[in-house]
């Protein structure tokens, strides 16, 4: 009887090391994966900050200005007055045609209405 005993232990002892030895592997290859997760979370913080910067870069007045200047020919732009801020309201819809759907959505938020 107590040779069964020990037999039972010692079965139950292997079982159990195989599914720490299982445990421990799993969890080394979930700590991997999460190191990498967060190098590519950390690249990808970079690279927005980089963009952010470029695009920070990008539209600087005094650039966008020169660039204006460099190309007004090209552009023919014409200088911005007070007149041509208007609202909603007062902007003319395209009338009913292939697109009726979006314009009559769009004159409801014109109007206030809620859109789903």
Known sequence: MGRVIDLLLLVAMIVGAVITYDM???AEIAADRVARL???IAS???KIRLLNAE????TQPAR???VVDKY????????????QVAAIDEIPLR????HGDAERTLAR?????RVR
């Open 64 to 66: 966008l200005q020169a």
């Open 44 to 46: 990808e913080r970079d």
């Open 72 to 83: 007004a020919d090209y552009f023919q732009l014409q200088p911005f007055s007070p007149d």
């Open 95 to 98: 009338p009913q045609g292939a």
């Open 55 to 58: 695009w920070s870069m990008l």
């Open 38 to 40: 967060e190098a590519n």
């Open 24 to 26: 421990k592997h799993k």
């Open 109 to 113: 938020i014109a109007a206030g209405e």
